[in-house]
C-alpha cells in the first residue's frame, strides 16, 4: 500500500511539474517554485532572465547543507500563486509565503552542519544529501519561528516564454 501511495504522489508531483507552463508568468513562477520544491535549482534558475542573477543561488547550493535548508524550506513553505497582471510582454505575479524566518534558517542550517559533522567523509554527495534530508525530517519544524511575505515577481516575454527580472522582483515582510 505505501509503495502505490509513494507512486501515486510522484506521478502527481510530476504532473503538477509538467504542468508547470513557462509561456504564462504564473506558469513561469510555478515552474521555479515547483523546482526549488525538488531541490533542482539549476532547472529553476532557467526560468531568470539574466543568467548572472542565478550564480549567486548556485554557487550557495554547491553546499550540500545550504542546498537541504533550502530544499526542506521551499517544501515547508506554504505558497500562493496569484493570476499574472500582463501588460504587452511584460507582467507581475504575486506570491504571498508563509515560511520560516531569518533566523530559524540559520539555526536549521546550523542543526544540519552538526548533522553533516557526525557522518563519514567517504559519502557521496548525494548520500550525503540525503542522510541530511533525513536529519532535516526529524526537526521539529514546530520550533521555528515563520515570517509571511508577499512577493511580487516582474517577468519579460522572451520569444514564447516568460523569464523572471530578478533584479526588480520585490520582497516585503508582512510579519514574523
Known amino acids: 500500500m505505501k509503495r502505490i501511495l509513494a507512486i501515486v504522489m510522484l506521478l502527481s508531483m510530476l504532473l503538477l511539474i509538467s504542468c508547470a ?17 525538488r531541490g533542482n535549482v539549476e ?18 547550493h554547491a553546499d550540500p547543507v545550504q542546498a537541504v535548508v533550502s530544499k526542506k524550506t521551499f517544501e515547508k513553505a506554504e505558497i500562493k500563486i496569484d493570476e499574472a497582471e500582463i501588460q504587452g510582454d511584460k507582467a507581475t ?4 509565503t508563509k515560511t520560516i524566518d531569518g533566523p530559524s534558517m540559520a539555526n536549521l542550517k546550523e542543526r544540519l552542519d552538526q548533522a553533516k559533522s557526525g557522518l563519514s567523509a567517504d559519502l557521496s554527495e548525494d548520500e550525503l544529501k540525503q542522510e541530511l534530508e533525513k536529519a532535516a525530517d526529524e526537526i521539529n519544524w ?3 519561528s515563520t515570517m509571511k511575505q508577499h512577493i511580487q515577481y516582474h ?22
Open 43 to 60: 532547472e529553476a534558475m532557467k526560468v531568470l532572465s539574466d543568467p548572472e542573477d542565478a550564480q549567486p543561488i548556485l554557487e550557495a
Open 21 to 37: 507552463d513557462v509561456t504564462t508568468p504564473k506558469g513561469t513562477v510555478e515552474y521555479m517554485v515547483e523546482h526549488m520544491r
Open 142 to 144: 514546530e520550533d521555528f
Open 93 to 96: 505575479v504575486s506570491v504571498e
Open 155 to 176: 517577468l519579460s516575454k522572451e520569444g514564447d516564454r516568460w523569464k523572471i527580472l530578478a533584479k526588480e522582483t520585490e520582497i516585503n515582510t508582512i510579519n514574523k
